[in-house]
């Protein structure tokens, strides 16, 4: 009988295992989702950076669908293998972005987006209609507006949205499906900005505030600035920038999209947060969990490596033994005044070096010295990659600075607006640059400072000690692989555990106003009884002194 019962159990188990074998294969780890990537209203490198993610995770056989705008550039949004496009109608055509995008370069070049000159994105009256924050908005109502395309979503029944933080559509458009959502940035992580937004530290004696032109460590007066950095920067985003998300919330109402939920304070809901960086140049700052720094185009993601060069611009940087100066600035920047244009024209033409200029236009009008050779569609990794390319000189964009310093090429950095300020301090504070301001630039100016970084050994020897640093930093992954990685890990586990519980307290209880408040009162009625009973005692010593008891006895 009991030999009977042990291979009765023998047997059973041979039929058991194979089942939980079978069981463990089908795990939500190894199901397949759908993920709607949305960056295409900002466009340019956003759209790009973003959208490098979607292929990794289409490459694991995840489906992802991208919607763009119909007033994006055909190039941007060209057919992809790995991905499927979705089209919105927006009543924005491509010229007309075209037209904000220029009106945003000549405000830039004409210096007046530094600092508090941001607010010209705001405030400035554009030419015709066009303004940089109404064609964000309306090409967001376009989006809801469409049917055909909202249905289309819907269908689809997506897992996860991965969007753009720079526009308050991102968290609407998942809103709208009903999905969660995470957000990209192509900024490092802006201290006024995502402290409420995740929930970030944020301390003013060492972390510096943006385009204040500051770094980690500073002086008693430096620091002073600071804080009045951060308090203006407080009301910008939170009253002034409120104001530009209450035209979105009037969006929410009009869609009937969550209108309970305000759109700052939909941003909160974002599961996880992507920051573009590294702390090979980022200054060291503490971070949340739901915080994660991705170095993007640094020669990781791109396959500019394998593209190749035009034949006369290999041999204009091959036949250079004195080092060659590259120039290249914003991608958005289609074309620059011709009188601006003769000033960096003159400041290379007396260079003792070659200068390789990369411009999308035609520079009809602007006489160029010998030695300057104008160019496009470079494969900028390569360029930057070329033994003979001594410095860059260059618009400080978070990408072109990351790809210089990953090449070790020191940089001359002439930024225009938004996080180029930070971005080219940050290379000055390494000794790896020089930063000059656009505003008043003068040749001489120019020519003195690219000298300077050609000719002394420290400033290419600390971008060769940053290049080091970012390279040793960088793990096995690709930074495209990492990011899918983790959006993966979202979907399937949700963004809980990492979500610091600082995001759901009101102001008043993450500043501790309140425990102050009562430890104030406290201590005010502590001294008041202990003043009050001194009082007593004094007055009563008093009268006990000059004899007012016996007077009345």
Known sequence: MSLLFLFLSILFSSFALPACSSDAGNTKGGEKYKFLYFASIVAGSHYINLVESGRALARKGHHVVSVVSSSNPTSLVQKDADLSLVVFNSSYTKQDRDTVNDNMSEAGLAGQLNFLGFRWLLEKDMRDKLKIRDMYLQECDDLFSDSATMKRLQEEKFDMLVGDDYIPCSPMLAQALDIPFVLNSVFFAIPTKHAGWTGLPVDPSYIPERVMGL???????????????????????????????????????????????????????????????????????????????????????????????????????????????????????????QEQGQIFADAFASLPYRVLWKSNENLTGIRLGNNTMVAKGLPMMKILDHVNVRVYVVHGGAFSTYEAMWEGVPMVGIPLWEDQMDNVVRVEAQGAGLKLDISGLKSETLSRAICRVMTEPGFRENAQRVSKILRDLQNDDRPADKVARWILHVTRFGGDHLRPAVMDLNYVQRNLLDVYLFIGLVLASVIMINVSVCYFCCRSLCRFGRGDHFKKE
């Not at 100066?325 to 991608?331: D, H, N, Q, T, Y």
Request: glycine share 4%; no cysteine; proline share 4%.
């Open 215 to 337: 770094t980690d460590r500073m002086t008693f007066l430096q620091r002073l600035k600071n804080v009045l950095g951060h308090f203006y920067f407080n009301i910008v985003h939170f009253q002034l920038d409120s104001a530009n998300f209450v035209r979105y919330d009037k969006l929410k109402d009009k869609y009937n999209i969550k209108p309970e939920i305000s759109t700052l304070e939909s941003h909160k809901q974002a599961l996880l947060y992507f920051m573009h960086g590294s702390f090979g140049l980022e200054f060291p700052r503490p971070l949340q969990p739901n915080i994660k720094y991705v170095l993007y185009h640094a020669g990781l993601n791109s396959n500019q490596m394998t593209f190749q060069m035009d034949e006369d611009v290999a041999k204009f940087l091959d036949t250079a033994p004195d080092g060659v100066v590259f120039f290249a600035l914003s991608s958005l920047l289609r074309k620059i005044g």
